[in-house]
Every structure is written in structure tokens, then in C-alpha cells.
């Protein structure tokens, strides 16, 4: 039997090191027309959950937020404009075409915040630091979910909140519809905006193998969170998981 460590890319079981090759293949080939699909595969909706996410984020002036896996810059921009000020906020990302797009999105709108290329699994900053960690539909792509979210937590300070959101499990009766939905229609928008149909295949299949409500809830509390507590969004195609650190 092999002692080599797997782990799933989408349907796929892969040698754990190569995962993280395989998910910077994906996000380089969409970094440039990533906002876009956003829009159009959720119809708009995911700027009401990334909404949803500030809400319960109880930032207020003078807070620090890191938002791991941050991408295009979505929730650091939002963040932004409710603290009226970017000098504590973080966007970090392990994808430099990701997070160079999501610089400079944020930078011509004047939004000067914080940027560092860095690995959820190894975050470059000191224990107990953060008001607020924010993760949005980046978990899934991580290899070992559980090591990032121990990181989130240490750099959390005692009384600071993580918010995870991500693509979760549906409500069964929408299973169906939702199943056609991810594996017929999203690759071929996937192929027709970003010529790219493997790369939205790998998105339907990573939201079936990742853990749905009560099982991220158990690994959020196994990595040391405290009051986890879920928000169904969309009928469970989205939820947003919030722990805190005491
Ligand atoms: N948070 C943004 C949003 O909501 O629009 C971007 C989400 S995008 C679907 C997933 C992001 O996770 C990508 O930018 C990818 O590079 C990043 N990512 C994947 N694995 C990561 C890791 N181990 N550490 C940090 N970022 C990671």
C-alpha cells in the first residue's frame, strides 16, 4: 500500500503536494475574467452574501480584518468602505495573478490596503493580531483545511471572530436542479467567458467533496473556535460560518 497522502481535487484523488499546483493552474487561467463569472454564474447574488459576511463581521473604526484568500479584493473593498479607511485591512492571497488583479482593482479606487502573497496554511503575521479573519470560498481550495484554520485562529486576538464563507451543501429538494445547474451550465459559461470549461468543471466538483454545515462547523471548533454558529444562505447553496476565539 502506498504511504503517500492524498487528498481530493474536485472528483479527482491527488498526491496532497500537488494540489496546490493544480488549484494555481485554475486560478491562473481565471484571474482575469474572474469577476465576471462571479456575476454571472451567481446572477449577482454573491455580492449579497459577501454583504452578509461584512454584516456580521462587527468591525468598527480601528479594527484590523484579514481576508485570507482574497482574491479580486471583494470583501477588503467592502471592508474598506465601512471602516473608512484601509490602513488596517489585509488582502492576502496565495495567487499572485488573483491577488495583482485584486491590487490593482483596489488601488485605482484609491483603496489602499494592505497586500502579502502568503499560504493560509502558513500566515505571516503574529499570534492573537485580528478583530476579524474572513475567508471567502477559498477554503475549499486549501489542502489541509484544518491547518489554515488553526492559522486563523492564532492570529485571531482573544475575542475576535472568523467568518467562513463558502459553497455548502443545498437543500435536498433544490439537489436536482442545482446538480444540472453546476455540471451542465457553469463549465459551458466556464468555456465560454474564460475559454476555460476543466477549470469550472473543478468548481462544480469541489463544492460536492468539501464539508458540508455540520462538518466545517466540527472543524472550526476542533481548530480552537468557540460559538460556531451557521447562516444557511440561498437554501444552503452558500453558508456562512462564524466562530469566535476566547
Ligand atoms: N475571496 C475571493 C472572493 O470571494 O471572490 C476569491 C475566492 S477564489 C474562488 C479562491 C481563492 O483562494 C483564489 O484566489 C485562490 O488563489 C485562493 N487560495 C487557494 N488556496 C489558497 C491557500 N492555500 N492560501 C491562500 N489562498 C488560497
Known amino acids: 500500500m502506498s504511504d503517500r497522502h492524498t487528498t481530493h481535487f474536485g472528483f479527482q484523488e491527488v498526491v496532497e503536494n500537488e494540489k496546490a499546483q493544480r488549484v494555481a493552474d485554475v486560478f491562473d487561467s481565471v484571474a482575469q475574467r474572474y469577476d465576471l463569472m462571479n456575476d454571472l454564474m451567481s446572477g449577482g447574488l454573491h455580492r449579497l452574501w459577501k454583504a452578509f459576511t461584512i454584516a456580521k463581521s462587527g468591525v468598527r473604526q480601528g479594527s484590523r480584518v484579514l481576508d485570507v484568500a482574497g482574491g479580486t479584493g471583494d470583501l477588503a473593498l467592502a471592508f474598506a468602505k465601512k471602516l473608512g479607511s484601509s490602513e488596517q485591512i489585509w488582502l ?6 488573483m491577488l495583482t488583479r485584486g491590487r490593482d482593482r483596489l488601488y485605482d479606487r484609491g483603496c489602499m490596503v494592505r497586500v502579502a502573497q502568503c499560504d493560509a496554511e502558513k500566515l505571516p503575521f503574529p499570534n492573537d493580531y485580528f478583530d476579524c479573519v474572513t475567508v471567502a470560498f477559498g477554503l475549499r481550495n486549501m489542502t489541509h483545511k484544518d491547518l489554515a484554520l488553526a492559522e ?29 445547474y453546476s455540471f451542465k451550465v457553469i463549465p459551458r459559461l466556464g ?3 474564460t475559454d476555460d470549461e476543466a477549470s469550472y468543471r473543478y468548481l462544480a466538483e469541489s463544492i460536492r467533496v468539501h464539508p458540508d454545515q455540520e462538518a466545517l462547523k466540527g472543524l472550526m ?7 460556531v454558529h451557521y447562516f444557511n444562505l440561498a437554501l444552503g447553496v452558500v453558508a456562512l460560518h462564524r466562530g469566535f476565539k476566547f
Open 221 to 227: 471548533e476542533r481548530a480552537g473556535f468557540e460559538r
Open 191 to 193: 468555456q465560454m467567458i
Open 92 to 97: 492576502t492571497d496565495i495567487n499572485n495573478a
Open 152 to 180: 486563523m485562529q492564532r492570529v485571531l486576538r482573544p475575542g475576535g471572530r472568523l467568518l467562513v464563507l463558502e459553497f455548502s451543501q443545498v437543500w435536498k429538494p433544490l439537489a436536482p436542479a442545482y446538480d444540472f
